[in-house]
């Protein structure tokens, strides 16, 4: 990743106790100019928030 430095999007629970906030932002040290997004969710954020998942991931790579 650090080397070719593709598009990136993390989506993020910030509650998740398997997968630390901390965690998230570690990407950022590869891949500088990556997005990173917080949620209110926990572990399963895809179960509790697809739609404003799929949004995030409609903006960051269909109409960017």
Request: no cysteine; aromatic share 10%.
């Amino acid at each position: 990743m650090r080397e070719n430095r593709p598009k990136l999007l993390a989506i993020w629970g910030k509650n998740d106790q398997s997968f630390i906030w901390a965690g998230a932002r570690a990407f950022l040290r590869d891949v500088p100019d990556a997005t990173i997004v917080p949620l209110d969710a926990g572990h399963f954020a895809l179960e509790s928030h697809a739609e404003e998942i799929a949004g995030q991931i409609r903006k960051t790579f269909l109409y960017d």
